[in-house]
């Protein structure tokens, strides 16, 4: 029998979740959680938490939690790279940097033929070593997130770093905020939400998705739109269903965009993340607290 967690609006969505599975509360205490990772080889999530400034970790093996990084220049969006280092976005020096293995940190991205990033949002790797990232306003927008400051640019694009060279390049120009990001399983779709609804109700709170080329995308079609609150962070998992954050829970789209599920949390949700050791636990930022719930579905993306 399903428990309360969860609402079933396809029968599709019935095969990716477990009767008597309950969400779990993992931990509370953020002002406003984002951007979480999963570390397989430590079996720890690290998280962030904007407005204190701090990112979290949190312990498969016992449940602790404990500070990872303090202060953390207001970092957003993390992801592990194939190498297993962290990449992080940060709002307050608006840069994306990458955490070696020996604790030292190499900055990515700070600016944009020459001009400052506006606050780097959230990340995601290709498996050819490009680091791809969108750059909304909310870090300058006020001191709640960073320090607020004119954007430089004078628009919020999506990026790619080079694997090789480093290099910058705008590959969507056309977003009011731009913000969580994901491609397919085969990585021949991008999915790029826009919350520029939070500026303004003439701006979108939708998530587009684009075909992807090599080191350039084309389309930009809108996927789904949300109803309530806005979509943030999402992930794709393996049969390439879209699971985003909104402000009812966490939404499951199949690939064809048609709704097919929520996971009721009480809070709004800013992200998720598929981990554990098997990579079927859906971990989940919802404002002041991170909770996780075990499905019947695996990362798209290994």
């Not at 770093?161 to 779709?189: C, Q, R, Y």
């Not at 003439?202 to 090599?214: K, L, S, T, Y």
């Not at 009721?264 to 971990?283: D, T, Y």
């Amino acid at each position: 029998m399903l428990t309360k967690d969860f609402e079933v609006f396809d029968a599709r969505f019935a095969k990716l979740i477990f009767g008597n599975v309950h969400v779990e509360k993992l931990y509370t205490g953020c002002r406003w959680a984002e951007g979480p990772a999963w570390f397989p080889a430590h079996r720890t999530l690290v998280w962030s938490d904007i407005p204190n400034n701090r990112m979290l970790r949190w312990d498969e093996t016992d449940g602790s939690v404990s500070v990872f990084r303090a202060p953390a220049d207001n970092s957003n969006g993390n992801t592990v790279d194939r190498q297993g280092r962290l990449v992080t976005c940060h709002h307050r020096t608006r840069m994306v940097t990458r955490t070696e293995h020996d604790g030292s940190r190499t900055v990515l991205a700070q600016a944009f033929k020459g001009r400052r990033l506006n606050s780097p949002n959230d990340i995601v790797e290709k498996s050819d070593g490009s680091l791809w990232f969108t750059d909304p306003s909310y870090g300058i927008d006020s001191d709640y997130e960073g320090d607020a400051a004119p954007s430089e640019i004078g628009a919020c694009h999506v990026y790619r770093i080079a694997p090789d060279t480093d290099a910058v390049t705008a590959v969507a120009t056309d977003f009011a905020k731009p913000n969580g990001l994901a491609f397919s399983p085969d990585e021949s779709l991008l999915y790029i939400a826009d919350t520029g609804f939070s500026h303004g109700e003439q701006f979108p709170r939708h998530i587009r998705v684009f075909r992807v080329h090599g080191d350039t995308i084309s389309g930009g079609e809108v996927f789904a739109t949300c109803d309530v609150g806005m979509f943030d962070g999402l992930r794709v998992d393996r049969g390439g269903n879209v699971w985003t954050s909104a402000g009812d829970g966490v939404r499951c789209y199949a690939p064809d965009g048609t709704l097919i599920g929520l996971v009721r949390i009480p809070e709004v949700v800013a992200n998720c993340c598929f981990g554990g050791s098997k990579r079927n636990r859906l971990f989940i930022c919802g404002t002041t607290s991170l909770y996780a719930v075990y499905l019947n579905t695996t990362c798209g993306r290994m």
